[in-house]
């Protein structure tokens, strides 16, 4: 009997991972064909505004399938009036192909939620679910407890182990905006999207005035970081006023100082390649601080920001010996901004008025005994930089 899989996925872009799961799903499972079906109007959310519309969404999974003869593309719920749900797709596939055995594949996250989607039962009577999962400890035990359940009811679930790249459309898009999706694009994708100017494939973010640049840097943000870098930018604006720095230079440098903390760990260092930049061993292993870098990066190449600019976000987190002005007033204001609160903040608050370079002082020290007690490595950068602080106290006195 011939097994057919469906695969559906908004697809806004569709990029190597869904491909890769998809060619993998079809050989664990024995498919003798894949059907990709770009969502229409899906029930539980919108698509972000400026997301290419449903003829591109289904034109870009035709080339990023067209090596492939196993996939095929479906456009079948992007032809369906209203609200789109699984199991309508469920129901007219099986109508199609009613000698066919039917897999619907999906990841952990919508397995285990399954019985929120609508009609389940309708799903399990026209189809088996094909659950791809990344092997994870808790993952395996929650998926096969899962599993047991819904076979106790009848349901048919094949599980597919993989270690399929995980990228999602979200951090996707970023990449895009940062001009490093390369790697992610199945061919002939990336051209498809910069010659219909998609995701903004065809703005220029040079020489934005703040306000634009507040705009653009709070979409490529998480929500929940959003406040920190609003926060950190008005206390940046006050320090600045009050010691004498440029002010728009502070501002921006503080919109910015975050652009990329979003990406996990590997997409920082896909950034890094992408941007031709060779690491050294500290910034290899704690991914954790290379957003200063990766985000000095994309300010200087996708903003055009000043060099002043790009210092004080490149030095941010780690700080460094002979900071200037500005790189104090970033390091300290994203240390202090309203929505930090940590024993000793309210000191540093102080400082940062009176005597910014104890506070930066305070701030790397804080820093350090924190790394020391989490028995994590300090970079280099901090020990030098709280060095030079301690011999220029010294000179003074
Ligand atoms: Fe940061
Ligand atoms: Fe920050």
Not at 75 to 87: A, F, H, M, Q, V
Not at 343 to 368: C, K, N, Q, Y
Request: overall charge negative.
């Amino acid at each position: 009997m011939e097994r057919i899989g469906i695969y559906g996925g908004t697809f806004n872009p569709p990029h190597t991972g869904h491909i890769s799961a998809a060619l993998q799903a079809a050989e664990r499972l024995c498919l003798d064909r894949m059907l990709l079906i770009p969502t229409g109007i899906t029930p539980h959310k919108q698509l972000p505004a400026g997301s290419p519309n449903a003829g591109q969404r289904l034109e870009m999974l035709k080339i990023a399938a067209k090596s492939h003869k196993m996939l095929e593309i479906s456009d079948l719920e992007l032809r369906r009036e209203g609200k789109s749900y699984t199991y309508q797709t469920v129901l007219e596939l099986k109508e199609q192909f009613p000698d066919a055995q039917l897999v619907l594949i999906m990841g952990t996250d919508m397995f285990l939620s399954f019985e929120n989607w609508r009609n389940p039962d309708i799903i399990l009577e026209n189809a088996s679910l094909g659950v791809m999962y990344r092997g994870e400890k808790d993952e395996a035990k929650a998926i096969a407890e899962k599993k047991v359940q819904m076979q106790a009811k009848g349901a048919k679930i094949e599980l597919v182990e993989n270690k399929i790249l995980r990228i999602s459309s979200t951090d996707l898009r970023r990449m895009l905006t940062f001009g490093c999706a390369a790697p992610f694009l199945p061919e002939g994708v990336g051209e498809y999207i910069r010659e219909n100017g998609l995701y903004g494939s065809d703005r220029n973010y040079q020489g934005l005035t703040v306000e634009e640049l507040e705009a653009e840097v709070l979409g490529l943000l998480k929500e929940n970081r959003i406040a920190h870098v609003l926060g950190c930018r008005d206390t940046a604006v006050q320090l600045a006023k009050h010691w004498g720095a440029d002010e728009i230079h502070a501002a921006r440098a503080a919109l910015l100082h975050d652009v990329t903390k979003a990406l996990d760990g590997p997409l920082q260092l896909t950034l890094c390649q992408e941007y031709g930049i060779l690491l050294n061993s500290f910034s290899q292993k704690n991914t954790k601080t290379l957003h200063a870098l990766t985000g000095s990066l994309v300010a200087r190449r996708v903003f055009g920001e000043e060099q002043a600019v790009v210092d004080a976000i490149r030095h941010h987190t780690t700080g460094k010996a002979d900071m200037n002005l500005l790189e104090k007033i970033i390091y300290v204001a994203d240390y202090m901004e309203p929505n930090r609160d940590f024993p000793g903040v309210d000191r540093l608050r102080e400082l940062a008025f009176s005597d910014i370079d104890a506070a930066l002082a305070l701030g790397l020290e804080m820093t350090i005994t924190m790394l020391k007690g989490q028995g994590r490595e300090v970079s280099p950068e901090s020990r030098e930089a709280l060095a030079w602080l301690q011999r220029k106290e010294r000179t003074v006195c």
